[in-house]
Nanobody, 121 residues
Framework: QVQLVESGGGSVQAGGSLRLSCAAS????????MAWFRQAPGKEREGVAS???????NYADSVKGRFSISRDNVKNTVYLQMNKLKVEDTATYYC???????????????WGTGTLVTISS
């Protein structure tokens, strides 16, 4: 059974940093496209960052230069380092995995349950 478990969310002030983690079980993350999505209250879910098994990464324009996606294949874990956080980054962040497609608009095979990130001014 595949599980993606996010952690690292919380509340920080604007300008601060957080690192989200996504621990995968039941699959080998290095074989999958791993991605982070977010959903703010009243808004649609949007892709934030993706990392393909070949090393290709993509970022939403809104987070380029501030967020970084990375993997630890030994730990089967994917990270999202978020710096210079803004109030508009407030959302529930979801980890996702797909065995075929990669990018910010995919419909992943698997989803985590999410972790809440709240940025205050």
């Amino acid at each position: 059974q595949v599980q993606l478990v996010e952690s690292g969310g919380g509340s920080v002030q604007a300008g601060g940093s957080l690192r989200l983690s996504c621990a995968a079980s039941g699959l080998t993350a290095s074989d999958y496209c791993m991605a982070w999505f977010r959903q703010a209250p009243g808004k649609e879910r949007e892709g934030v960052a993706s990392s393909n098994s070949d090393g290709t990464v993509n970022y939403a324009d809104s987070v380029k230069g501030r967020f970084s996606i990375s993997r630890d294949n030994v730990k089967n874990t994917v990270y999202l380092q978020m710096n210079k956080l803004k109030v508009e980054d407030t959302a529930t962040y979801y980890c996702a995995a797909d065995s075929v497609f990669c990018g910010l608009r995919i419909q992943p095979d698997y989803w985590g349950t999410g972790t809440l990130v709240t940025i205050s001014s």
